[in-house]
């Protein structure tokens, strides 16, 4: 089972003659580990900012995961039970999915970079029984489990050795305890359809909603991995994207070991462009998954080709429009490499993407919907399809496609609301994106229906930033949006206005994004503070954040 988009068909044959086949007895951890001829081939080069570099092979992960698998069982650990993992690239993040997969619980990846109330909510909406967590967070992941009934665990990996237990955080269990002296697992039985993993939106317009995927979700990504590759798939793979994000695991991770192919892993924190162009040259790396931020940074090191011994043939990258600048930069700059823009979300990824060897790229546009996904754009209110040109919300065929989610968790209600009939009579499912397709079937963005932030390649939601700003004493009310920034694609803005009495002034902007940043993640804090007498409102009393945007002059 490899589902290669065969090239040499022309797309609309490839798009016509593309099925879904699953045998029975499907299971993510098999597929990625166990199928491939020669088991002994390395599937992940880990890599330290200290020098020290690692290699496994897609036996040794097996072993190591069919340990872990028998150490979580042995802590009660059973099919359906939901473990987190908040680890940065390292082993012990993928080892845990895998031992998740193969016990038929469900996996709960969370980012590293989160606070203690963004890690609270999840962990308890998700009702984790075990959390895995970085010695860099532990103690952030400590404050946040002790408030969740549910955590039995929360499992520390040494900073070294994964089997040597070290010297774990008072609170935690060694991560080397887990792994039971057992090298062999039956895998529980599973399809295709059974419950592997549940990711969190950025939380837009509330809380955040955990999205509930099965064991196809990886497999349904290849289609378009060995699109925007522009190759046979065979290479070798990096994303400094962190491997919390269906971005860093769909576009790249897992896809790659699908096919049999190795992955670096390592550990950046804050990107560095000059030690991403080093890791690149170090291990080869021929295809690597990019935010558009990342390029940007990319684009300011002097002469790349002619410093760093580069392999990269292709380049894939997501989140907002591509400028026809990053598309030259990569030309010339990286002796032809090729860059390809993808789209999805959390709820149904790679649904559209560029591919150089069937149809020419448009500056602006998404690219096409890749084969094995039905994407429409409707009326979001009567699930008409809409004419090449009007602007409506972009939707894909819920039924037979792996990609799509199973359900918000908990929230049937949210579900639902994201559900309409299609003019097929089928379910569809809304992504709450807009835009249009062109006569040529090319799809083109143009706005959320709703008020994401995307900022450095990650997803924000205004309100769950707006929460966190209220609980200052000396704020009444505010608004978060995201404004233009060359760099970032947006940055974090937020409109304050103070409690009565009070002036905004420095010392009460620290403050709040002081606040912001040690209670969300890193990446959520206002960047901007704007001290306004008052916020525009609809009558029903919610802030307008279309007139923020709209009425920011930058002064």
């Given at each position: 089972m ?5 090239l040499g ?13 699953f045998p029975?007895?499907y ?7 166990r199928?491939?001829d020669?088991a ?23 072993r ?38 193969k016990?038929?619980?469900v ?10 109330d ?6 308890d909406?998700s ?10 967070v ?18 520390e ?13 008072d609170?935690t269990?060694a991560?080397?305890?887990l ?14 359809e059974t419950p ?9 317009t ?11 979700l ?7 991995f ?7 798939v065979?290479g ?7 491997w919390?994000w ?7 991770l ?6 049999g ?5 390592y ?5 560095d ?18 935010p558009?931020?990342?390029i940007?940074?990319?684009m300011?090191?002097?002469?790349p ?15 907002e ?10 030309d ?28 020419d ?14 994407v429409?754009?409707?009326d ?7 004419p ?13 496609d792996p990609?799509?989610f199973?359900?918000?968790w908990?929230a049937?209600e ?11 009579g089928?379910?569809?499912h809304?992504t ?21 932030i ?13 929460n966190?700003v209220?609980?200052h004493?000396?704020?009444?009310q ?5 404004l ?15 409690v009565?009495?009070v ?7 620290r403050?709040?994004?002081?606040l ?8 959520e804090?206002p960047?901007e503070?704007?001290?306004?007498d ?10 307008q ?8 002059d930058?002064e």
């Open positions: 490899t589902w290669h988009v065969t068909d022309g797309y609309e044959d490839a798009r016509a003659s593309f099925e879904w086949e029975p007895d299971n993510l951890a098999h597929d990625l580990l199928k491939h020669d002994d081939a390395p599937a992940l080069y880990q890599a330290y900012p200290d020098g020290r570099r690692e290699t496994y092979s897609f036996a040794d992960l097996d190591l995961s069919n340990r872990l698998a028998n150490g979580l069982a042995a802590r009660g650990v059973d099919r359906g039970d939901r473990v987190a993992v908040v680890c940065p690239q390292r082993p012990a993040n993928a080892l845990t999915h895998l031992a998740c997969w016990l038929g619980a996996s709960l990846p969370l980012s590293v970079l989160f606070g203690p963004s890690l609270r909510y999840r962990l909406d009702g984790a029984r075990v959390v895995v967590a970085d010695p860099s532990s103690e952030t992941v400590l404050d946040a489990a002790g408030d969740v009934d549910t955590v039995e665990h929360v499992v990996p040494t900073d070294g050795d994964l089997t040597v237990p070290g010297d774990p955080t609170g269990v991560f080397a305890d792994l039971v002296a057992d090298t062999e697992f039956a895998i529980v039985e599973t399809d295709h592997a993993m549940i990711l969190y939106t950025s939380g837009s509330g809380p955040p909603k955990g999205v509930l995927h099965e064991h196809g990886w497999a349904g990504h290849c289609p378009a060995s699109m925007y590759f522009e190759r046979s065979d070798v793979y990096w994303t400094p994207a962190d919390a269906i971005g860093a695991l769909g576009d790249l897992f896809p790659a070991w699908h096919y192919q190795p992955v670096v892993g550990p950046m924190g804050t990107f462009p000059e030690t991403a162009f080093e890791v690149v040259e170090e291990f080869d790396v021929t295809g690597t998954f990019l558009p931020t990342a940007r940074m990319l300011d090191v002097e002469a080709a002619e410093r760093y011994d580069l392999s990269v043939e292709a380049v894939c990258s997501g989140g429009p591509l400028t026809a600048e990053i598309l030259a930069w990569a010339e700059e990286l002796s032809g490499t090729v860059v390809n823009e993808l789209y999805g979300q959390t709820e149904a990824n790679l649904l559209v993407t560029n591919c150089r060897e069937w149809f790229a448009r500056v602006g546009s998404m690219g096409r919907p890749v084969p094995g996904h039905d429409a754009v409707l979001s209110e009567t699930g008409e399809e809409l090449a040109g009007e602007v409506g919300e972009f939707a894909v065929r819920r039924t037979g990609v799509v199973r359900e918000y908990n049937p949210k579900t639902a609301a994201a559900t309409v009939e299609g003019p097929d089928d379910d569809w809304l709450g994106d807009l835009g249009s397709r062109d006569a040529e079937g090319y799809c083109w963005f143009k706005s959320r229906d709703d008020d994401v995307i900022t450095s390649g990650y997803r924000v939601g205004p309100g769950e930033v707006e966190v209220l609980d004493p000396d704020v009444a505010v608004g978060v949006v995201g233009p920034d060359e760099t970032r694609g947006e940055r974090i803005t937020a409109f304050v206005q103070p009565s009495g002036t905004g002034d420095d010392d009460l902007r403050a709040i994004q002081d912001v940043r040690e209670r969300l993640a890193k990446y804090y960047r503070v704007v001290f306004v008052e916020l525009p409102q609809t009558t029903t009393g919610k802030i954040r279309r007139k923020l945007r709209e009425g920011y930058g």
